[in-house]
């Protein structure tokens, strides 16, 4: 049995659209799922608490590491301070 070439591109192109829908409600649900946990930092040479909200592919570690390394540049983290060194996660205080 011969299948149409049209009709084997249209239930590929349905097959790749509904994955695709699948893959963008996952997301959805898993955004509205996990609220945005809220890092807070101090160092000496800082005045206040520093609070961050993690971007997609960062954590409280990772941006811990990046207060903490001499090197890094870029990102606008606690004011945009330069203060790179000396860092400690601490709790953030609810309000």
């Avoid at 898993?30 to 160092?43: G, H, I, L, Q, S």
Wanted: proline share 5%; aromatic share 6%.
């Amino acid at each position: 049995m011969r299948r149409h070439p049209r009709v084997v591109l249209t239930g590929a192109v349905l097959c790749i659209a509904g994955g695709a829908i699948m893959l963008l409600a996952g997301a959805d649900s898993r955004a509205a799922a996990k609220p945005a946990e809220k890092c807070c930092f101090t160092n000496s040479r800082y005045t206040g608490v520093c609070e961050v909200i993690p971007g997609e592919d960062e954590t409280c570690a990772t941006v811990l590491a990046y207060l903490n390394n001499p090197h890094s540049v870029g990102k606008a983290y606690c004011g945009n301070t330069p203060v790179r060194g000396g860092w400690v996660q601490v709790g953030c205080e609810k309000k």
